[in-house]
T-cell receptor
């Protein structure tokens, strides 16, 4: 079972920041927070991941709370092409067994509107 | 990021036939490959995990004799759906994990299987 909870859907106006929350209250010390997104009828696309520090790349920023029990993915200037299902997943990348696998929950369906 | 390809992207077959789907990691060697299945309006469900040269590990409820997985090399894994039936119609997605130290995982574009 997925170890994260996300709102089922969110709307965002084009050009505005999209803030997608994720709760992972049972995260263990070695587990990272990963974000992927899936545009309709495509394979998941990696966005960003982090352990405890905030992270930023060309796609998004990841803000992780100090207690690591929740995080927020920020798309700074959402476009229509960012409409997708966003998945927050916790995973220990150094674990060779099943706990190292990416297990998908239901994700958040983000709709960016003009 | 790294590239994972799948072939074919779409396949339509008759009930009772077998279908093979290929998954390749194009620019890295994948120590582990994964197969997921996704039904309409649902999330991805992990079907099986395979390591090169080893037997695949199947998730609970996935029939290993129906979904044959071969991971013959560090860049190729195949999923064969044997004696396909309409209820096997789904979106099949493979994923490949590179080795240490990064252990990052990348996904293919998916294969849409329709069984008539």
């Amino acid at each position: 079972d997925a170890k994260t909870t996300q709102p089922p859907s969110m709307d965002c106006a084009e050009g505005r920041a999209a803030n997608l929350p994720c709760n992972h209250s049972t995260i263990s010390g070695n587990e990272y927070v990963y974000w992927y997104r899936q545009i309709h009828s495509q394979g998941p696309q990696y966005i960003i991941h982090g352990l405890k520090n905030n992270e930023t790349n060309e796609m998004a920023s990841l803000i992780i709370t100090e207690d690591r029990k929740s995080s927020t993915l920020i798309l700074p200037h959402a476009t229509l092409r960012d409409t997708a299902v966003y998945y927050c997943i916790v995973r220990d990348p150094d674990y060779g067994g099943s706990q190292g696998n990416l297990i998908f929950g239901k994700g958040t369906k983000l709709s960016v509107k003009p | 990021g790294a590239v994972v390809s799948q072939h074919p992207s779409r396949v339509i077959c008759k009930s009772g036939t077998s279908v093979k789907i290929e998954c390749r990691s194009l620019d890295f060697q994948a120590t582990t490959m994964f197969w997921y299945r996704q039904f309409p309006k649902q999330s991805l469900m992990l079907m099986a995990t395979s390591n090169e040269g080893s037997k695949a590990t199947y998730e609970q409820g996935v029939e290993k004799d129906k979904f044959l997985i071969n991971h013959a090399s560090l860049t190729l894994s195949t999923l064969t759906v044997t004696s396909a039936h309409p209820e096997d119609s789904s979106f099949y997605i493979c994923s490949a994990r590179e080795g240490a130290p990064l252990n990052e995982q990348f996904f293919g574009p998916g294969t849409r299987l329709t069984v008539l």
